[in-house]
């Protein structure tokens, strides 16, 4: 089993910066890693994943502004996020899912603001 915890997350301008980490307890190299995140009234959305072996992927609407990368010595996956806009403002979510087994876990959110 893993445990996911998010951190960074915060109030921002719009334009402004911030960068999400996810710390994940025991060896996470097994697992493809993604952020989610969910807005108030709206379903949960994928925003950025990350394989075991490093390819990414992004959502239309964050591609050229949010950079997700990931640190297996550090069981850590990060998300820096740029350029931000109001429609950013949600909880974001880790994600971890094993590639084989498919279990899947997450973390317990960080809010995101981006307001002036």
């Known amino acids: 089993q893993v445990q996911l915890v998010e951190s960074g997350g915060g109030l921002v301008q719009p334009g402004g910066s911030l960068r999400l980490s996810c710390a994940a307890s025991g060896s996470f190299s097994s697992y493809a890693m993604g952020w989610f995140r969910q807005a108030p009234g709206k379903q949960r959305e994928v925003v950025a994943g990350?394989?075991?072996?490093?390819?990414?992927n992004y959502a239309d609407s964050v591609k050229g502004r949010f950079t997700i990368s990931r640190d297996n010595a550090k069981n850590t996956v990060f998300l820096q996020m740029n350029s931000l806009k109001p429609e950013d403002t949600a909880v974001y979510y880790c994600?971890?899912?094993?590639?084989?087994?498919?279990?899947?876990?997450w973390g317990q959110g960080t809010q995101v603001t981006v307001s002036s």
């Open positions: 990350i394989t075991s072996g490093g390819t990414t």
């Open positions: 994600n971890a899912r094993h590639q084989i087994l498919g279990s899947s876990y």
